[in-house]
């Protein structure tokens, strides 16, 4: 028995069937437009969304850590809900949109905002790289 035997939880979700890219089975392409956001590019939104909120904090409440996360949950209702983007998302060309490809939606984008301040639900993710936040709403996060 080695490393390979056993596998490792950082080598992502298992593949699933013929799937040869995430959210294929979805129907949606490879990459490009309509193709779903990978890790990177969903990262370094959460960064710019956390940034622009942590500076909202301090400019207002002192830098509070609760603060921070309750104008982080209203960014993500209000953006997602309105747009189907937070600041971040569009600043990197993604948007949160249901497998049928409409917006969110304001419903769509509290329970998912929620989810997301949960910080674990985000990191369970799927083959299609989709965390419990979009699954539990039958959303994903897009390239456009």
Known sequence: MNRNDVGSWME?????GNQDWPGQRLGRPADGPGSLAR???????LLIDWVLCSLISAAFFGY??????YIFLVEQVLFVGFFGYSIGHRALRMQVQTLDG?????LT???????????IPALVID?????????????GLFRI
């Open 127 to 139: 083959a299609d790289q989709r965390g419990v936040h979009d699954r539990a709403r039958g959303t």
């Open 39 to 45: 890790f990177g590019p969903r990262a370094g939104a």
């Open 102 to 106: 409409r917006p969110a939606g304001f």
């Open 109 to 119: 984008a509290l329970i998912r905002g929620v989810l997301l301040c949960l910080v």
């Open 64 to 69: 509070d850590g609760f603060a921070t996360l």
């Open 12 to 16: 992502g979700p298992p593949p699933s």
